[in-house]
């Protein structure tokens, strides 16, 4: 067994796979690209993967009609499920994602930068929480 990718359900899948694809520097599957302006979208109303641009698959994105968005880390009401941890070699990188991750469509959910292990906690454009932190 091995594992293959992290799947996270959205209700819109194309604008997810994007603000990972900007973020990350992702590719998507062949045929999964984005249709041309205008054109219809099936996949991306449906199931979306994003790899490595060598091929390795990271990210998929399922629709789901309703997302409950998790209240953590500011209370446990509706827990976190998953978060994905993405590392910066830097205190000055932290700062510098900081600004791209909001323009991306983030939301900072708390700040941990007075650490030993300096962090940012955001929330994707679904709700999703993920770190951002110096490792």
Not at 6 to 25: C, K, M, N, S
Not at 95 to 106: C, E, N, S, T
């Amino acid at each position: 067994m091995r594992l293959r990718q992290t799947v996270l359900d959205t209700t819109d899948p194309r604008a997810l796979a994007e603000f990972y694809r900007e973020l990350l520097g992702l590719a998507y599957r062949p045929g999964d690209e984005p249709p041309a302006p205008g054109a219809d979208d099936p996949l991306g109303r449906d199931w979306l993967v994003l790899r490595e641009p060598g091929g390795v698959p990271r990210l998929a994105f399922q629709y789901v009609s309703e997302l409950p968005r998790p209240t953590w880390p500011v209370s446990h009401e509706i827990p976190q499920q998953l978060h994905l941890d993405i590392a910066v070699d830097t205190a000055a990188e932290l700062d510098a994602q900081h600004p791209r991750v909001l323009a991306l469509g983030g939301t900072l959910l708390l700040e941990r930068l007075d650490d030993d292990e300096p962090l940012r906690v955001y929330a994707d454009p679904s709700g999703h929480p993920f770190c951002v932190f110096v490792g």
